[in-house]
């Protein structure tokens, strides 16, 4: 497996571009299904997981053809995804296993040929993640579930038809699997408590620029008139607000200054107001955000994660790790996912000062500095806040596992060092 080499305490500066959004790529990917026609995406990111999805795809009988290109001076590549017949209407353990968002396949599948197997993807590091809302709206809709084997079998011989859907909880994944279901089901659908994460306009826009009727995109009420058949589109993935947020905090806890190329800001309010109250300058642009802590002393803030517009979780652990060298204490509280402090005992490892109480919440208690040592990295979102401690660590830091980078940061090494980090990629074959 490859490791991350970093050598502490460089001021990192300069220009990164931000990729298309792996958690809008995914779901995209997906609603090509719908259509028998060509559905192309461009700025797509170059990410194992996306590579994973495009596997599910091929083995369902997806025809895709991959093109390189260059959006602001930044590689990319530009895929179409052509559907006009299915080989398999099964997506097998071993790919779900892999990635939780091959559940994405399930609405489609169903609305477009009535019929999907799917593995149930089980519980991952973060927390059980089960899939009720979806398999309960399915239901709601005409589906008929069964769960045999570990796999989730739906079918809907006579198609689906709309319903008045409430979720309890706002899904992200449960309104996108729907969403893509409702497009093409009989009548029309309401789906109230919708999730309202910017990937899920992302999606919407889509869908509706290849026929489909969606109302409310923003909103947490969806309503989706339901229409015969969907066309092929092309369609500009969204820049990934994550990987922009994790960006932002390397720049301020090396105290540096990134330009953050082709960030939405509107998409990052709450994180931007809280590098603000930090100490943190932002500039926001139009295809730009500027993060300046150059000279800044930073100081501790709470933080809560919530649905979006709320405090994204992906960013819950490297927004707790820049409070680790700031002034005084801050309060990190997790309400999406039940055990996402698994970065914790790592962090403690190189000298933070962060009590846990009940999975649920941590106080962080600044510290003058961090030391560097070898950490173990657990899930993606956790892994970039082990490079953000290694930037500002006295010494080598040496972050194993690093598979779970690869699946939603594109180029991590290679971005850093453009502004300049001392980080590199140690091969499993260089090991010794
Ligand atoms: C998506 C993102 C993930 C992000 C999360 C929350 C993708 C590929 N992944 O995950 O990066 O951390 O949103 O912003 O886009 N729940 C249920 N029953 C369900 C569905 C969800 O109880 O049927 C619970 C989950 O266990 C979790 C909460 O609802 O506690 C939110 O989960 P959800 O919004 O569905 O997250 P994902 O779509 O899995």
New binding site residues.
Partial sequence: MDRLKIRGGKRLEGKIYISGAK?AA?PLICASLLTDEKVILTNMPMLSDIKSMNLLLEELGTVIESKDEIIDGNPCKNYTYYTPEFKSLVAPYDFVRKM??SYYVLGPLLARKGYVELSLPGGCAI????????LSALEQMGATIEIKNGYVIAKAEKGLHGAHLVFN?A????TCNILMAATLAKGQTIIENA?R?P?IGDLAKMLNSMGAKISGIGSSVLQIDGVERLRGTIHKVIADRIEAGSYAVAAAITRGRIELINAQAETLQTPIKILRQTGVNIEENERSIIVDAKGCTLTGQDIITDYYPGF???LQAQFLTLMLTANGASMVTET??ENRFMHVPELLRMGANINVHRHASAIVRGVDKLNAAPVMATDLRASFALVLAGLIAEGETVVNRIYHLDRGYEKLEEKLRSVGADIERIKDSEEE
Avoid at 171 to 174: K, L, M, N, Q, R
């Fill in positions: 958690n995914l939780r968002a927390g059980a993640r089960p899939m009720d809302i979806h909880i899904s992200v994944g449960a999730a994460e990937e994204p979780t992906d999406i996912f």
